[in-house]
């Protein structure tokens, strides 16, 4: 999946043409109610309206979308895991003492917790992939460029964001010929291959580099890249569509308040 980039997806999907910043609105929108609920179902009808509008709207492939959830979601639930079992609370539920100074318990304070913070990691990554899949950076960038972000800040994110895609570039073109050369056939050849992949990508990226150094200075570059692109006029249709979205979702926080994970549980 080396090829797959957010950036493709983000260029061509459905909402490519929506205002930047309305898109930002409902992703920081959506986080902002995530972290003010203090109930697990509010994060997670707001994970289902984001994903809703990725699939329907944005037209974005599921299985696509679905594999941006694994790595996030592991990391989410290993926390999570963590803290339901050491948590702690009144009238344990389930306890066990594989050690003497460890002591694993599930009490209805614990699930809670959990459920809650799950909840809330579920309901962020949705509105975080939300932005990714829809808004390319080349927007984002003249967004922060429109809000006075410091032009050092602003270069600098930019030659970074550059430097991933030589990098990326340069992994491609090696891993794919290893591989044609079945470099990859067994597990000595792999960590033969391995080790020649992360020193041959390490040396082309810098060389990649200085050359885009010499490039700039050739044109008499002063340091700062130029912009191109145009931020979309704001339409009455997406403008209504976050407002709604944000109401629901701000109606659902303050009526789910008082719902919790263990609740008619004895």
Do not use: H
């Amino acid at each position: 999946m080396f090829e797959e980039l957010l950036e493709d997806i983000a260029q061509s999907n459905g909402l490519r043409e929506v205002n930047p910043y309305l898109k930002l609105a409902a992703a920081l929108g959506a986080i902002l109610l995530c972290l003010l609920s203090t109930s697990w179902v509010a994060p997670l009808a707001i994970a289902l309206l984001l994903s809703l509008g990725v699939l329907l709207l944005a037209r974005v492939e599921p299985r696509t979308y679905a594999k941006l959830f694994i790595a996030p979601l592991s990391f989410a639930l290993v926390s999570v895991l963590v803290i339901l079992l050491v948590t702690g609370g009144s009238g344990p539920l389930w306890a066990w003492n594989p050690l003497p100074w460890l002591s694993l318990s599930l009490t209805r304070e614990s699930v809670g917790e959990a459920a809650l913070v799950l909840a809330r990691m579920i309901g962020g990554m949705s509105a975080l992939i939300f932005l990714a899949v829809t808004t390319p950076m080349t927007d984002l960038f003249l967004v922060m460029r429109q809000c006075r972000l410091p032009e050092t800040v602003l270069d600098l994110a930019m030659m970074i964001y550059r430097a991933i895609f030589l990098i990326l570039d340069q992994l491609v073109q090696t891993y794919q010929a290893q591989r044609m050369r079945l470099g990859y056939s067994s597990f000595g050849e792999s960590v033969r291959s391995l080790s020649t992949l992360c020193g041959s990508v390490f040396i082309g990226s810098w060389f990649a580099g200085e050359d885009l150094v010499r490039a700039m200075e050739a044109r008499c570059s002063a340091g700062k890249f130029a912009m191109l692109g145009r931020i979309q006029p704001v339409e009455a249709r997406p403008l209504l569509a976050v407002t709604a979205f944000l109401a629901v979702s701000a109606a659902i926080v303050a009526l789910t308040g008082d719902v919790t994970a263990m609740q008619g549980v004895p």
